[in-house]
């Protein structure tokens, strides 16, 4: 720290101590407004701050320089009390988490009495009955000699393995890994004589793990870095809801610059987690309660991709959340697993069909085409209802960015339905029959249909219905595919073939079919007008078909191809004024 930045820190310091905190505010306030951040800013003074606007309850102005400081030192003792002492207003439990990773810390600088002081403010959590599990981190090797070591290597030097046990299931490798773990006094060696599927290997790991702890599976071709198992913690108790928090997983070529630079992504994030259905079982952590709730990995599923979606949806199912973090990178330099672990969620076969009662491929499309036309800000508490909800990917999207929302769905099918109900109340029941409108009069923000009304008898009568519930100041986002597509205009034209098929824009279950100005005269004729038309195209033509098909917009005066090119169109609309 420059001499500058020192006696900034302790003049500020000064000024706390003596309690005139309205002039430390003023003074800093000056300070950001004048000075780039790097100029004044050192992790003392970061320190000092947060615990100023700790005391004027400016929690935004808190967070920042906690933010700020974790950049400047991400295994700061000091900081990592301050994080605690943010968090003890509102979650009892992260404050602990922070307390143990503070004394991670100071045990590492030999701060004796640093970490005596934080060992003390733990045990008067603990005394007043706050506790967290331990860890049980289980990594599952097959011939994986040339990662697991360096995989075991950031284990080692990044987490406090005093409240983290390391379970390593080797599931009979047939080169010297064994030999090499072996060696390692410090992990807890599970030898398979035979090798099994993915998920009874890493059950077999499981059941090893110590009995109340949480659960980290890590892939042995993943690095962590300083604060990665920390902010997973943290993301798990979030709130009672979370069964899982995953990392995201940062794939790059230069392990030196991920060792140095991961740690500054592992920082205090404002609205760091993104929600999912399934999990990402590269590096992620489960609740062991709720893992004791609703059992281990499905080991008829034998390959990874099938396990973590099966696993994740039940999680669903017991009304539990999945969520990635974005502050908890790992490093994945490259795949060398021997051992083929599907993960193609294209790839999943009948045997998660079988299992789930439902194909649920057709029901998980993240609809990124009508969250992105949600025009509101990320805290506002806005009323959102999805029609066709399915098992509610769309609805971890929204969950993901706008954290506040309350929402509601209807979903037809109920084997679906029972999924996407962990992020809200949804219905069960066709749109067109189910009654709801009534009880939430003018009650939505937004409602969103994606791919629904060329379901539907009555697409009209479906916009009236939904009216009723949108406010006046309400948008209403509809996506419907396009039947002036080329992939349908010019089989129809040049081979007279009009075919239906289980998927794309002549569904089999489709009712009705629509132009672009087929569906505005249907929003104009039922009190809307249009705010927005987005486009979408999902396969383009030949160069021949291009040809036919610019031979076609003259012949019917287009002024070019476009709409022939457009697969599906999203309608953003509001009542008419």
């Given amino acids: ?222 690095m962590i870095s300083e604060n990665s198992l920390f902010w997973l913690k943290m993301g798990l108790y979030e709130n009672d809801d979370i069964a899982s928090a995953g990392s995201e997983v940062v794939d790059k070529e230069d392990t030196g610059n991920f060792v140095s630079e991961a740690p500054k992504n592992n920082i205090p994030m404002e609205l760091p987690y993104s929600y999912r259905t399934d999990i990402i079982g590269s590096s992620v952590m489960l609740k062991r309660t709720v893992l004791d709730e609703v059992g281990l990995l499905d080991g008829e599923l034998d390959t990874e991709n099938r396990a973590y979606i099966e696993l994740g949806l039940r999680f669903l199912k017991a009304g539990k959340l999945n969520l990635t973090c974005k502050n908890s990178n790992v490093f994945q330099p490259e795949n060398i697993s021997d051992q083929n672990y599907d993960s193609s969620y294209d790839k999943s076969d009948e045997s998660l069909v079988t299992k789930l009662g439902v194909d649920i491929r057709k029901y998980h499309k993240y609809r990124t085409d009508l969250v992105e036309e949600i025009k509101s800000e990320r805290n506002t508490k806005l009323h959102i209802l999805e029609v066709g909800c399915g098992a509610g990917v769309t609805a971890s999207l929204i969950k993901s960015q706008y954290p506040y929302a309350e929402y509601k769905g209807i979903e037809k099918n109920d084997k679906a339905a029972m999924y996407a109900r962990a992020f809200g109340d949804v219905i069960t029941g066709d749109i067109e029959t189910v009654e709801f409108e009534k009880e939430f009069n003018e009650y939505f923000d937004y409602v969103l249909l994606g791919d629904v009304l060329q379901y539907t008898h009555d697409p009209a009568g479906v916009i009236r219905k939904l009216s009723v519930c949108l406010k006046k100041s309400g948008s209403m986002i509809i996506s419907v595919p396009n039947i002036r597509n080329w992939s349908v205009i010019i089989p129809l034209l040049n081979d007279d073939r009009f075919e239906y098929s289980d998927d794309g824009i002549i569904n089999s279950s489709c009712i009705k079919f629509f132009t672009e100005n087929e569906m505005a005269r249907l929003i104009s004729g039922n009190g809307f007008s249009i705010k927005n038309i987005k486009t979408e195209i999902s396969e383009e033509p030949s160069d021949a078909e291009r040809r036919y098909l610019e031979s076609l917009a003259e012949l019917s005066d287009q002024n070019d191809i476009n709409v022939f090119l457009v697969s599906e169109y999203v309608f953003t609309i509001e009542k008419r004024r």
Wanted: hydrophobic share 35%; glycine share 4%; aromatic share 10%.
């Fill in 1 to 222: 720290m420059s001499n500058t930045k020192q006696k900034l820190a302790e003049q500020f310091s000064l000024i706390v101590q003596k309690g005139l905190y309205d002039d430390a505010d003023q003074m800093l306030s000056q300070l950001r407004e004048e000075v780039s951040a790097d100029e004044y800013l050192s992790e003392s003074l970061c320190v000092t701050a947060a615990f100023l606007y700790n005391r004027l309850g400016k929690r935004q102005d808190e967070f920042y320089y906690l933010e700020q400081g974790f950049m400047i030192n991400p295994k700061s003792p000091s900081l990592f009390v301050s994080l605690a002492d943010y968090y003890s207003r509102i979650n009892p439990i992260q404050e602990l988490i922070c307390l143990y990773q503070a004394e991670h810390y100071a045990n590492q600088t030999g701060d004796k009495e640093q970490a005596d002081f934080i060992r003390n403010i733990i045990n008067a959590l603990k005394k007043n009955g706050v506790s967290v599990p331990a860890t049980s981190i289980v990594i599952l090797s097959y011939n994986t000699k040339k990662n697991i070591i360096g995989c075991l290597d950031t284990i080692w030097k990044t987490v406090p393995l005093d409240r983290c046990q390391v379970i390593v299931i080797d599931n009979a490798s047939t080169d010297d890994s064994v030999e090499y773990l072996r060696t390692l006094d410090w992990i807890t060696l599970v030898e398979k004589d035979k090798s099994s599927g993915f998920s009874d290997a890493y059950n077999d790991g499981i059941e090893k793990a110590e009995k109340d702890n949480d659960i980290y599976l890590l892939s042995p071709d993943m």
